[in-house]
């Protein structure tokens, strides 16, 4: 449904292009630039990426039960012998009980009655979506940071891979460990900086034919699909038929040191298998607004917070190539 511009909204929009542009007195910045700051956002990461590609995901209340029951994973099979009395197996009880270690994230600002109502940092529903979608990159950089150390050089020969520069034999490799184990490969996941190299080999320009009289004379060949694909969107969706997952940098906005720090990893690659674990959020995210009246002018708080777990249940269905 198409929505009507009232009058009022003409009034409002006309009195600020009439601004625009122009420097108002005990303001810091013209219409025109508070315009462009309000519209403009950084890139975000959401955690559906983790419920389509990653592990399940699911939420938890308090009160519901944070343990997870692991089942063994084989009943024996013996050859039958047609007459005789076979041996029965008893099922034990689950071989491993784990529970879920709650961490909670919290993101909080605070202003003073005036800022808000000369709308210097917008209204209360753009500073909680903005702090949610903080809540939600701190979450995603969290995970990604725990799955990728789950192996390391010192503890597996297999699930884990050190390379100066990402190759074909490398993801190859890695993918095939998993595979052995956890039967498909949801996906294989990276910023863009981590996963770039994988253009040079995953179809786009690295196959090569030779033969004739000039054997040392060869001529590239490209999958057209492939082709196609990366000049539409200058990205590929796949390698080898396992989705290929490009996340977007996203920088975490502190002072000092932390202005422009990084929050996923740029060398290091996931491969994940089915079923390596599961992820849950426990309770929704909750939010906290009051009143301090004991500065003048009030000060306004806004607080969100949410709470996590994650468990691997076989990590031998992750593989980890770490860019050194």
């Known amino acids: 449904m198409k929505q009507q511009i009232t009058p009022e909204i003409k009034k409002s929009l006309a009195s600020l292009a009439a601004q625009a542009g122009m420097h108002q007195a005990g303001k810091t910045a013209s219409a025109y630039a508070e315009m462009i700051v309000e519209t403009i956002e950084p890139q975000r990461v959401a955690l559906q990426l983790f419920t389509d590609l990653f592990m399940p995901t699911r939420v938890l209340n308090p009160g519901d039960i944070l343990v997870k029951r692991i089942e063994p994973r084989d009943v024996p099979v013996r050859v039958m012998v047609p ?20 961490d909670y994230l919290i993101a909080k600002v605070s202003y003073n009655m ?29 995970v990604i940071q725990l799955l ?15 390379v100066s ?5 490398a993801i190859e490799g890695m993918v095939e460990n998993v595979l052995r184990t956890a039967g498909s490969v949801r996906a294989i996941v990276g910023t863009r900086r981590a996963l770039f190299p994988i253009y040079k080999f995953a179809g786009v320009f690295e196959h090569t034919v030779s ?12 999958i057209q699909s492939v082709l196609d694909e990366w000049s ?13 997952v490009e996340l977007p940098q996203v920088f975490k906005r502190g002072p000092g040191a932390d202005y422009a720090k990084p929050l996923l990893p740029e060398d290091i690659i996931l491969i994940i298998g089915d079923n390596a674990g599961e992820i849950i959020l426990y309770g929704p995210t909750e939010t906290q607004e009051h009143f301090d ?6 000060a306004y708080t806004l607080s969100l917070y949410q709470g996590f777990g994650m468990i691997v249940d076989y990590p031998e269905r992750i593989g980890v190539i770490k860019i050194v």
């Open 293 to 298: 009246t004991s500065v003048e002018p009030p």
């Open 165 to 169: 520069t990402l190759n074909e034999a």
């Open 83 to 102: 007459g005789t009395k076979h041996l029965a197996w008893q099922l034990p009880p689950p071989s491993e009980v784990m529970s879920f270690g709650i």
């Open 211 to 222: 033969g004739g009289t000039s054997p040392t004379n060869t001529q590239i060949v490209g």
């Open 232 to 244: 539409r969107t200058n990205r590929l969706g796949s390698f080898r038929g396992i989705r290929l």
């Open 148 to 162: 990728s150390s789950v192996w390391s050089a010192g503890n597996t020969p297999d699930n884990f891979a050190s």
């Open 114 to 142: 005036w800022q808000l109502r000369r709308g210097e940092v917008g209204d209360t529903l753009a500073l909680q979506q903005r702090l949610y979608d903080a809540l939600m990159d701190e979450l995603v950089s969290r």
